[in-house]
């Protein structure tokens, strides 16, 4: 499974590869439903807007970034500003003659650590310049994706965990797992993606959760517990992965549309799976993007053809920092 990768967030990277078209009025809505929903954007991705916006559209996503961090900055301001007090309340009355209860001893060792939290977080919340974390998604988390609609390429911002059309909210509680989808199951639990709803995201590194003694490729000690590790995936040399996904846009009335997303998984290489790591997500070649994106639902061995026309490659990993 891979639960987690650095992606490219920018829909900038998606126009200039592909002269794709970005899909403004899903970006509005999806920040707009931030406002009242805990809705996950990673920072790179409104990065992407924050710079010069030339129509209404853009400017409405921009104004809408600006506000949702002024409400966070207040929030976390809040907060400091509880703890300072909090904990200087505290030590007033453990420099007393009284004996201090429970809850002062409570202040005193967990108003530090929730100062020091909100200053990091005010600190994050203001940065500028982006680092690597900044393009990183996790279950739950949008990006952009590439698709085509009415027979044009559409970047558009999906949650990176489907929830088919038709199922329940619930569903994503029920299957935590459909950030990813088995090439062994696309026919049955994916029948109604695989072969009509396909897109593309760009990869540059995958992370995957491994047991360490897999990993060293040995058995575990009699008293020794199973140790998760997480490990970093790249190609080398480095490139941009174009990584198969599966979507669906889920309605309901009364509710906001979902647009969400799973990326395509089969056996990994051999240094994948030397690794400690039996599943690997799917990038195919650049001049199957077409194909990719416009299947024939009736030629699913077409698809399947894509898959196994991989361009060689070598994948390094190293511990995730």
Same mark, same amino acid.
């Given at each position: &499974? ?11 990277? +998606? /126009? ?11 970006? $509005? ?6 406002? @009242? ?7 790179? /991705? @409104? ?14 996503v921009k104004r809408l970034i600006e506000a ?10 809040? @907060? ?48 500028? %310049? ?6 990183? *998604? ?6 952009? !994706? &590439?698709?085509v609609r009415d027979g044009q390429r559409v ?34 639990? #994916? ?11 760009? !990869? %540059? ?17 009699? %008293?020794?517990?199973?140790?998760? $590790? *997480?490990l970093r995936f790249q190609p080398n040399p ?8 599966? #979507? ?18 089969? @056996? ?12 690997? *997500? ?32 070598? +994948? ?6």
């Open positions: &499974m891979c639960y987690s990768a650095q992606v490219r967030a920018n829909y900038r990277d +998606y /126009v200039r590869l592909f002269g794709a078209h970005l899909s403004i009025k899903e970006f $509005v809505q999806l920040f707009f439903n931030r406002q @009242e929903a805990k809705l996950k954007v990673p920072k790179a /991705v @409104e990065a992407a807007f924050e710079g010069e916006a030339t129509t209404p559209e853009e400017q409405e949702f961090k002024g409400d966070r900055a207040m929030a976390l301001e809040k @907060e400091l500003f509880a703890q300072r007090k909090r904990l200087a309340d505290a030590e007033r009355i453990a420099q007393s003659n009284l004996k201090p209860a429970k809850t002062v001893l409570d202040s005193l060792r967990i108003a530090p650590s929730k100062i020091s939290k909100a200053r990091l977080d005010l600190e994050d919340l203001r940065r500028t %310049d982006l680092l690597d974390r900044d393009s990183r *998604i996790f279950p739950g988390v949008y990006a952009p !994706v &590439m698709v970047v558009l911002p999906m949650r990176y965990q489907c929830r088919p059309a038709g199922r329940p909210a619930a569903y994503d509680i029920e299957y935590p797992g459909t950030y990813n989808a088995r090439r062994d199951n696309l026919e049955r639990f #994916w029948k109604g993606q695989f072969g009509y709803t396909h897109g593309i995201l760009l !990869v %540059d590194t995958f992370y995957e959760n491994v047991k360490r003694h897999d990993m060293e490729h040995r058995a575990l000690g009699p %008293d020794e517990k199973p140790e998760n $590790v *997480i480095p490139e941009l992965m174009y990584i198969a996904c599966l #979507w669906s846009h889920w309605k309901k009335d009364g509710e906001p549309d979902l647009l969400s997303f799973a990326a395509i998984t089969d @056996e990994p290489p051999p240094e994948v799976r030397d690794a400690g790591h039996d599943r690997m *997500i799917i990038r195919i070649k650049p001049e199957h993007v077409d194909a990719w994106l416009n299947p024939d639902p009736k030629n699913l061995q077409a698809l399947y053809d894509i898959f196994d026309d991989r361009a060689p490659a070598y +994948y390094e990993h190293r511990l995730a920092a």
